[in-house]
């Protein structure tokens, strides 16, 4: 691991970095519970505007299209502006409130359009791509900054492993909120209708509100020195620092080992996670003939993984965050494994909850510990440049696992298409299962094998974060003189 240019900086013996609460972290995570509430009806929409709204699904890939490319624009800018403001301020909290504001008029207008909730409203084109896209707005707006701040509150290996767990343990909490409102008595079914997307937007956004206040009233800025520009405090500043900063930030992705696999790793992961995601349901529906289990099996799973996300935070505070991300992809392996050996004539309820158990068990992990790793790197590259890019880095991050999500789930759905895979029935012929088989289950083995391999390559563990730690810490005192004759 490269740090030759930081040599000659003295290093004190320990981090003199200032310890993270566990209130603090249940604060800051709070609102993220409902952020992914407000977020998780988003992969099923189509199907219901398709299913209530007469929208074919031409025109609804059209506009799913158009907001990825729309991301693809706003998530690197938003993580650039989020860095240059917390620069000069040192708060992120502006960009969580608009983020979060935006997503709760959004999602209620997506959600329940003009008009009312039911069969026979009348929806636009251009209404559900406005509101669609503003959705995606507003989740980057909230996300990026947010997970950006998770770095400046945790400055250990420890504390970034316990406030990332807390932080997926709210993911958790969201997802299950959002499948336990179908099953509240009143509805007159179980099936995610306009109906029951009403009194769950309407719900998370009111909670939403709550939450916002308390985090941004009593979640410090960060626990860290000030957000600094290190280049600037030693006399790089003005308008060549200006001209600088643009091919600084690419040198500090493009020429970072560490960063470099740590994205080619996830990369490979999400290509993986995106062919199981847009296949389980055609899997468990019309090949295993269980679709009256699915939205019970995924609830329950998710209680799992919410009492497995301690367990991994432990293990990887013991361990390291590379073993416990090792071990979560050997879990999905065996899940995509036992997929592939599950026949219609011997599975039930029971078989279809041990296969998402293995799958979210292990999925857990990986949502928990990717973004806690990447934060480490993020301390390296501060080292190493001189320069916070965390929102930067972690809007690169975002924008890589909606790309490989989205691609991984077509090419899963196009290789079951192309062998003759029929959705519409549960008499599957022999083609259309090896080719849902393939698409699910053995091809996201090759990449999910890759990325094991890229992780374990990663030189940064929880020693070398330790060294790094220190001395960017006392780098920073070292700058910090600087600072004040400059003022």
């Not at 600084?248 to 996830?266: D, T």
Request: glycine share 8%; net charge neutral.
């Amino acid at each position: 691991m490269a740090t030759s240019n930081d040599q000659s900086i003295p290093v004190v013996e320990q981090s003199d970095s200032p310890k993270l609460s566990l209130t603090d972290s249940q604060l800051y995570s709070a609102p993220y519970i409902t952020m992914v509430w407000l977020a998780a009806p988003i992969p099923i929409l189509q199907g219901v505007y398709a299913k209530y709204y007469g929208f074919s699904l031409t025109t609804l890939a059209s506009i799913v299209l158009l907001a990825r490319l729309f991301d693809a624009i706003s998530d690197p800018l938003i993580g650039y502006y989020s860095d240059r403001y917390a620069r000069r301020t040192g708060t992120r909290k502006p960009f969580i409130l608009a983020g979060g504001l935006l997503l709760i008029l959004s999602a209620y207008f997506l959600y329940v359009p003009i008009g009312g909730s039911g069969e026979s409203v009348s929806v636009s084109v251009v209404y559900f791509t406005f509101w669609f896209m503003a959705v995606y707005l507003g989740m980057t707006l909230f996300e990026i900054p947010h997970s950006a701040w998770a770095s400046e509150l945790a400055l250990t290996s420890t504390d970034k492993a316990k406030i990332f767990s807390v932080r997926s343990i709210a993911g958790s909490l969201g997802m299950v909120c959002f499948y336990l409102v179908p099953l509240l008595p009143f509805f007159d079914t179980q099936d995610i209708t306009p109906e029951t997307l009403k009194v769950s937007v309407i719900s998370a956004g009111v909670l939403m509100l709550l939450f916002l206040y308390f985090c941004i009233r009593n979640t410090p800025n960060r626990l860290s020195h000030p957000s600094i520009d290190m280049n600037e405090q030693c006399g790089n500043s003005g308008n060549s620092n200006n001209k600088n900063s643009l091919r600084l930030l690419l040198s500090s992705i493009v020429g970072n080992k560490p960063l470099v696999i740590f994205f080619a790793a996830f990369l490979a992961y999400g290509f993986a996670a995106g062919m199981w995601y847009g296949l389980v349901f055609f899997y468990v529906d019309s090949y295993l003939g269980l679709g009256e289990y699915f939205a019970q099996v995924f609830l329950l799973s998710f209680v799992v993984g919410i009492i497995a996300t301690p367990v991994w935070c432990k293990l990887a505070i013991i361990f390291g965050k590379k073993t416990v991300l090792s071990v979560a992809i050997i879990l999905l392996v065996l899940s995509y494994l036992y997929a592939s050996v599950l026949t219609p004539e011997v599975s039930g309820f029971r078989e279809l909850l041990v296969l998402q158990v293995l799958n979210i068990s292990g999925g857990v992990c990986m949502i928990a510990f990717a973004p806690a790793m990447l934060s480490e790197i993020i301390d390296y590259s501060t080292l190493r440049y001189r320069i916070e890019n965390t929102a930067t880095y972690y809007a690169l991050f975002m924008f890589l696992g909606k790309f490989n999500i989205a691609v991984g789930g077509g090419l899963g759905l196009a290789i079951a298409g192309w062998h003759s895979f029929d959705a519409t029935t549960t008499a599957q012929t022999a083609e259309g299962v090896v080719g849902l088989l393939i698409g699910m289950a053995w091809l996201p083995i090759v990449f999910i094998t890759i990325a094991l391999v890229l992780i374990v390559l990663s030189p940064i563990n929880s020693r070398r974060h330790g060294i790094i730690r220190r001395r960017l810490d006392t780098q920073i005192a070292i700058s910090s003189p600087l600072r004040s004759s400059n003022a």
